[in-house]
């Protein structure tokens, strides 16, 4: 459309708008239906084929058995209108002829027989009723050219086709009228049908409760998944800051006097760096793929094969870091199910970084495995003394807030039935984790028992 096409278009009154989209949605309603008229053909000859058998007779030149055949059409069509991939296709259609909002329909294939009856119901009326206006919009129109031409072509009053009644003297006078009302009832019809088709569209082909229940769950789902990369891109990107900030201050410290203590520093700032792109550049890779459900195949660092690296990247910062492990019966983290061993690695990488930011001196890592009622438990252990609290602006301490780390490493441990608790202790700061890997006798087997979420003594970091 031109600029002062557009213009007109704005410029018109809001009535005069309305009536036009009426005239095009009508209009596409009426495609709609010829469209039902179209796919309600293959069924009709079939079941033509049928009556001719059963009758002998020429069904195409009886009224009758054609109207037999096409009653004999329509349970076959409820039949076909079962399947699943039908109420897709006919919700393709309605959106853009019915002009039906689109959240009113239905997603996906009917999963259930109650929405499937309901699909059946809609197609059997779709096509049904289409080929009745197919067949009224290819008869009534040449009947009233006829009618209208016929006081102007004097040789159409002899037609045969007329009945005798094209010869009366009232013919020329009632004829052109009676096309013209023709035409004008077809229009109405036409309208009046496409548009109850578009009100019942919402009722048979709309959601049920089945389909609204599983579309919240597969929301629920992706959401779960997107919040997952979250705690992905939080707890790489953020522990890297937090370690090359603390290893690049130190290096400047000891710039001049320790040129060795800064050589490993920058070694650790890089190695730090280039392991926290790739892992970045994999939660990216998924999200520009558009498929986050891949997110629990994407490589990850786990316990079992980063956590040396993980310390020593620590270290390197000048953090005096200690770390006593004990595997138990599994002899090495290797044993450990592949979602404990990663989701340990995180909470392990998240507690290192919330003693690198908010800490200070050493800090002790204890990882153990041992049983508590017959239940095979993973402990992680982290304790570290406080940072000196800084002066806010009031004078007063300033305490430490946020834990988005923290939470994120809550919602690791739930994932697996296991529990966090982080606060102040015994005059330091503890970040305990226990994540349970099911009852003895069953080693490898992660048991979910339902977890809880971050138990804060005073405060949450």
Request: with cysteine; charged share 20%; glycine share 12%.
């Amino acid at each position: 459309m031109s600029g002062g096409g557009r213009l007109l278009h704005t410029l018109r009154p809001p009535r005069a708008r309305s009536r036009a989209w009426f005239r095009a949605q009508a209009r596409l309603r009426w495609v709609h239906l010829v469209l039902g008229g179209a796919l309600m053909m293959p069924y009709i000859l079939l079941s033509q084929v049928f009556v001719t058998l059963a009758t002998r007779s020429d069904v195409l030149n009886s009224l009758p058995l054609t109207l037999v055949a096409y009653a004999a059409a329509l349970p076959l069509v409820a039949v076909t209108g079962l399947f699943g991939l039908v109420r897709p296709l006919s919700v393709a259609a309605v959106r853009p002829l019915c002009g039906v909002p689109g959240d009113r329909l239905a997603e996906g294939p009917a999963r259930s027989w109650a929405a499937r009856w309901r699909a059946s119901a809609w197609w059997t009326l779709h096509l049904g009723v289409g080929a009745l206006i197919s067949g009224v919009s290819l008869a009534i129109p040449p009947m009233a050219v006829v009618l209208i031409a016929l006081p102007l072509v004097p040789s159409l009053r002899e037609t045969r086709y007329g009945f005798g009644w094209f010869s009366t003297e009232a013919a020329p006078v009632v004829a052109p009228m009676l096309g013209a009302g023709l035409l004008v009832a077809l229009a109405l019809c036409c309208g009046a049908v496409g548009m109850l088709l578009a009100r019942l569209a919402p009722v048979l082909l709309g959601p049920t409760a089945a389909d609204r229940l599983a579309a919240a769950e597969e929301r629920a789902a992706e959401l779960a998944v997107r919040n997952r990369l979250a705690r992905e891109l939080h707890d790489a990107v953020g522990h890297a800051l937090s370690a090359v900030t603390l290893q690049a201050a130190a290096a400047r410290r000891v710039l001049d006097s320790d040129p060795e203590f800064v050589r490993e520093a920058l070694t650790a700032i890089q190695d730090t760096t280039r392991r926290t792109v790739g892992e970045l550049d994999a939660v990216l890779g998924l999200l520009r793929d558009g498929d986050p459900n891949r997110a629990d195949t994407a490589p990850a660092p786990t316990l079992a094969a980063d956590l040396d690296g993980l310390l020593a990247r620590t270290r390197a910062g000048g953090t005096l870091v200690t770390c006593r492990q004990d595997p138990g019966r599994l002899g090495d983290w290797s044993q450990l199910p592949a979602i404990t061993s990663r989701e340990a690695y995180r909470i392990v990488q998240e507690g290192l970084s919330n003693a690198l930011r908010h800490g200070a001196g050493p800090v002790a890592l204890d990882i153990r495995l041992h049983t508590t009622d017959g239940q095979r438990e993973l402990e992680i252990l982290l304790t570290n003394p406080p940072a000196p609290s800084r002066p806010g602006p009031d004078g007063r301490a300033e305490r430490s807030t946020g834990g988005r780390g923290l939470k994120g490493a809550a919602e690791r441990a739930a994932l697996l039935g296991g529990r966090i608790e982080a606060g102040p202790y015994e005059g330091g700061w503890r970040l305990r984790a226990v994540l349970p890997l099911g009852h003895t006798g069953h080693s490898g087997s992660t048991g979910h028992t339902g977890g809880t979420g971050v138990v804060a003594d005073g405060g949450v970091r």
